[in-house]
T-cell receptor, first 109, second 113 residues
Framework: AQRVTQPEKLLSVFKGAPVELKCNYS??????LFWYVQYSRQRLQLLLR??SRESIKGFTADLNKGETSFHLKKPFAQEEDSAMYYC???????????FGKGTTLSVSS | NAGVMQNPRHLVRRRGQEARLRCSPM?????VYWYRQLPEEGLKFMVY????????ESGMPKERFSAEFPKEGPSILRIQQVVRGDSAAYFC???????????FGEGSWLTVV
Protein backbone atom coordinates (compact mmCIF):
# COMPACT_ATOMS: atom_id res chain seq x y z
CA ALA A 1 0.00 0.00 0.00
CA GLN A 2 1.12 3.53 -0.68
CA ARG A 3 1.45 5.61 2.41
CA VAL A 4 3.18 8.74 3.68
CA THR A 5 4.04 9.04 7.35
CA GLN A 6 5.01 12.25 9.06
CA PRO A 7 5.69 11.13 12.63
CA GLU A 8 5.84 14.58 14.21
CA LYS A 9 2.65 16.55 14.62
CA LEU A 10 4.49 19.60 15.93
CA LEU A 11 8.10 20.70 15.78
CA SER A 12 9.18 23.73 17.75
CA VAL A 13 12.59 25.30 17.23
CA PHE A 14 14.33 28.58 17.92
CA LYS A 15 15.27 30.99 15.20
CA GLY A 16 18.63 30.09 13.72
CA ALA A 17 18.44 26.45 14.77
CA PRO A 18 18.56 23.62 12.20
CA VAL A 19 15.30 22.06 11.15
CA GLU A 20 14.50 18.53 10.01
CA LEU A 21 10.95 17.55 9.21
CA LYS A 22 10.64 13.81 8.87
CA CYS A 23 8.83 11.96 6.11
CA ASN A 24 8.75 8.23 5.51
CA TYR A 25 6.92 6.50 2.71
CA SER A 26 5.69 3.13 1.62
CA UNK A 27 5.71 2.57 -2.14
CA UNK A 28 6.50 -0.16 -4.60
CA UNK A 29 8.99 1.13 -7.13
CA UNK A 30 10.40 4.62 -7.55
CA UNK A 31 8.20 7.22 -5.87
CA UNK A 32 7.59 10.76 -7.03
CA LEU A 33 7.89 12.82 -3.84
CA PHE A 34 6.97 16.36 -2.92
CA TRP A 35 6.95 18.80 -0.02
CA TYR A 36 4.16 21.36 0.20
CA VAL A 37 3.87 24.23 2.69
CA GLN A 38 0.65 25.79 3.95
CA TYR A 39 0.68 29.09 5.80
CA SER A 40 -2.25 29.80 8.06
CA ARG A 41 -5.51 29.09 6.16
CA GLN A 42 -3.88 29.69 2.79
CA ARG A 43 -3.39 27.52 -0.25
CA LEU A 44 -0.82 24.76 -0.29
CA GLN A 45 2.29 25.86 -2.09
CA LEU A 46 4.78 23.55 -3.67
CA LEU A 47 8.04 23.79 -1.77
CA LEU A 48 10.06 21.25 -3.70
CA ARG A 49 9.87 18.14 -5.82
CA UNK A 50 12.58 15.57 -5.51
CA UNK A 51 13.27 15.12 -9.20
CA SER A 52 14.05 18.80 -9.63
CA ARG A 53 16.62 18.74 -6.83
CA GLU A 54 16.08 22.45 -6.25
CA SER A 55 16.57 24.32 -3.01
CA ILE A 56 13.64 26.61 -2.19
CA LYS A 57 13.75 29.14 0.66
CA GLY A 58 16.83 27.33 1.91
CA PHE A 59 15.04 23.98 2.24
CA THR A 60 16.40 20.77 0.77
CA ALA A 61 15.23 17.17 0.79
CA ASP A 62 17.06 14.03 -0.23
CA LEU A 63 15.39 10.81 -1.21
CA ASN A 64 16.82 7.88 0.72
CA LYS A 65 15.47 4.71 -0.84
CA GLY A 66 17.18 2.46 1.68
CA GLU A 67 15.40 4.16 4.58
CA THR A 68 12.33 5.06 2.47
CA SER A 69 12.62 8.62 3.68
CA PHE A 70 12.40 12.10 2.22
CA HIS A 71 13.20 14.36 5.16
CA LEU A 72 13.02 18.14 4.72
CA LYS A 73 15.96 20.12 6.08
CA LYS A 74 17.00 23.70 6.59
CA PRO A 75 20.23 24.70 8.32
CA PHE A 76 18.94 27.89 9.95
CA ALA A 77 15.24 28.33 10.70
CA GLN A 78 13.53 31.71 10.28
CA GLU A 79 10.35 32.88 11.98
CA GLU A 80 8.63 33.15 8.61
CA ASP A 81 9.14 29.41 8.16
CA SER A 82 6.39 28.79 10.71
CA ALA A 83 3.72 26.86 8.82
CA MET A 84 2.25 23.43 8.20
CA TYR A 85 4.42 21.18 6.04
CA TYR A 86 3.07 18.24 4.07
CA CYS A 87 5.02 15.45 2.46
CA UNK A 88 3.29 13.76 -0.49
CA UNK A 89 3.78 11.22 -3.22
CA UNK A 90 1.96 10.26 -6.39
CA UNK A 91 -0.02 7.05 -6.10
CA UNK A 92 0.93 4.07 -8.28
CA UNK A 93 -1.73 4.95 -10.84
CA UNK A 94 -0.42 8.50 -11.10
CA UNK A 95 -3.90 9.87 -10.50
CA UNK A 96 -3.53 11.52 -7.10
CA UNK A 97 -1.13 12.87 -4.55
CA UNK A 98 -1.19 11.02 -1.25
CA PHE A 99 -0.41 13.30 1.66
CA GLY A 100 0.96 12.73 5.11
CA LYS A 101 -0.91 14.25 8.03
CA GLY A 102 1.44 17.19 8.12
CA THR A 103 3.86 18.66 10.62
CA THR A 104 3.39 22.10 12.12
CA LEU A 105 6.69 23.94 12.34
CA SER A 106 6.85 26.69 14.92
CA VAL A 107 9.90 28.95 14.91
CA SER A 108 10.27 31.34 17.82
CA SER A 109 12.80 34.00 18.61
CA ASN B 1 -1.61 33.51 -14.43
CA ALA B 2 -4.36 33.86 -11.85
CA GLY B 3 -3.80 30.45 -10.34
CA VAL B 4 -6.44 27.98 -9.29
CA MET B 5 -9.58 29.89 -8.33
CA GLN B 6 -12.15 28.55 -5.92
CA ASN B 7 -15.46 29.98 -4.84
CA PRO B 8 -17.05 30.54 -2.54
CA ARG B 9 -14.25 30.84 -0.03
CA HIS B 10 -16.66 30.38 2.84
CA LEU B 11 -20.04 28.69 2.76
CA VAL B 12 -22.52 28.08 5.55
CA ARG B 13 -25.27 25.54 5.04
CA ARG B 14 -27.94 24.11 7.30
CA ARG B 15 -28.18 20.37 7.66
CA GLY B 16 -30.02 18.87 4.72
CA GLN B 17 -29.18 21.64 2.26
CA GLU B 18 -26.95 21.32 -0.78
CA ALA B 19 -23.45 22.75 -1.12
CA ARG B 20 -21.83 23.56 -4.45
CA LEU B 21 -18.16 24.39 -4.63
CA ARG B 22 -16.59 25.70 -7.81
CA CYS B 23 -13.08 25.48 -9.13
CA SER B 24 -11.47 27.10 -12.15
CA PRO B 25 -8.10 25.52 -12.94
CA MET B 26 -5.01 27.41 -13.91
CA UNK B 27 -4.89 28.53 -17.52
CA UNK B 28 -3.77 25.67 -19.72
CA UNK B 29 -4.58 23.00 -17.13
CA UNK B 30 -7.11 20.35 -18.04
CA UNK B 31 -6.78 18.13 -14.97
CA VAL B 32 -8.57 18.89 -11.74
CA TYR B 33 -8.35 17.28 -8.30
CA TRP B 34 -10.49 17.74 -5.21
CA TYR B 35 -9.21 17.20 -1.68
CA ARG B 36 -10.83 17.50 1.71
CA GLN B 37 -8.97 18.77 4.74
CA LEU B 38 -10.33 17.84 8.14
CA PRO B 39 -8.76 18.97 11.42
CA GLU B 40 -6.11 16.56 12.64
CA GLU B 41 -6.41 14.46 9.47
CA GLY B 42 -4.49 16.27 6.77
CA LEU B 43 -5.52 16.24 3.15
CA LYS B 44 -7.59 13.40 1.75
CA PHE B 45 -7.91 12.83 -1.99
CA MET B 46 -11.47 12.76 -3.22
CA VAL B 47 -11.60 12.79 -7.02
CA TYR B 48 -9.54 13.39 -10.16
CA UNK B 49 -11.19 14.69 -13.30
CA UNK B 50 -10.30 15.66 -16.80
CA UNK B 51 -12.65 17.59 -19.04
CA UNK B 52 -15.95 15.69 -19.13
CA UNK B 53 -14.41 12.59 -17.53
CA UNK B 54 -13.99 11.26 -14.01
CA UNK B 55 -10.65 9.46 -13.97
CA UNK B 56 -10.38 8.41 -10.32
CA GLU B 57 -13.11 8.83 -7.72
CA SER B 58 -11.74 6.35 -5.23
CA GLY B 59 -11.77 8.92 -2.45
CA MET B 60 -15.33 10.11 -2.89
CA PRO B 61 -17.94 9.07 -0.35
CA LYS B 62 -20.41 6.71 -1.98
CA GLU B 63 -23.43 8.83 -1.25
CA ARG B 64 -24.33 12.52 -1.45
CA PHE B 65 -21.05 13.61 -3.09
CA SER B 66 -20.55 14.14 -6.81
CA ALA B 67 -18.13 16.02 -9.02
CA GLU B 68 -18.04 17.17 -12.59
CA PHE B 69 -15.74 19.05 -14.93
CA PRO B 70 -17.76 20.08 -17.97
CA LYS B 71 -16.37 21.00 -21.34
CA GLU B 72 -17.08 24.64 -20.56
CA GLY B 73 -16.98 26.23 -17.15
CA PRO B 74 -15.54 25.36 -13.79
CA SER B 75 -15.37 22.05 -12.01
CA ILE B 76 -18.13 21.59 -9.45
CA LEU B 77 -18.06 19.55 -6.25
CA ARG B 78 -21.61 18.97 -5.09
CA ILE B 79 -22.62 17.77 -1.66
CA GLN B 80 -26.28 16.94 -1.22
CA GLN B 81 -28.12 16.83 2.11
CA VAL B 82 -25.12 18.10 4.05
CA VAL B 83 -24.44 16.87 7.56
CA ARG B 84 -22.26 18.35 10.28
CA GLY B 85 -19.48 15.91 9.45
CA ASP B 86 -19.13 17.51 6.01
CA SER B 87 -17.76 20.66 7.63
CA ALA B 88 -14.23 20.95 6.30
CA ALA B 89 -11.97 22.81 3.95
CA TYR B 90 -12.25 21.61 0.37
CA PHE B 91 -9.25 22.23 -1.84
CA CYS B 92 -9.18 22.09 -5.58
CA UNK B 93 -5.96 21.62 -7.51
CA UNK B 94 -5.01 21.46 -11.15
CA UNK B 95 -2.21 20.26 -13.36
CA UNK B 96 -1.23 20.09 -17.00
CA UNK B 97 -1.69 16.38 -16.76
CA UNK B 98 -0.11 13.08 -15.92
CA UNK B 99 2.27 13.22 -13.01
CA UNK B 100 3.11 16.86 -13.40
CA UNK B 101 3.18 19.31 -10.55
CA UNK B 102 -0.19 19.93 -8.95
CA UNK B 103 -1.12 23.48 -7.96
CA PHE B 104 -3.70 24.21 -5.29
CA GLY B 105 -6.42 26.78 -4.87
CA GLU B 106 -7.07 28.69 -1.67
CA GLY B 107 -9.82 26.37 -0.55
CA SER B 108 -13.49 26.59 0.25
CA TRP B 109 -14.46 26.36 3.91
CA LEU B 110 -17.81 24.66 4.40
CA THR B 111 -19.58 24.98 7.71
CA VAL B 112 -22.73 22.98 8.32
CA VAL B 113 -24.94 24.28 11.12
Amino acid sequence: AQRVTQPEKLLSVFKGAPVELKCNYSYSGSPELFWYVQYSRQRLQLLLRHISRESIKGFTADLNKGETSFHLKKPFAQEEDSAMYYCALFNQAGTALIFGKGTTLSVSS
Amino acid sequence: NAGVMQNPRHLVRRRGQEARLRCSPMKGHSHVYWYRQLPEEGLKFMVYLQKENIIDESGMPKERFSAEFPKEGPSILRIQQVVRGDSAAYFCASSIGGENTIYFGEGSWLTVV
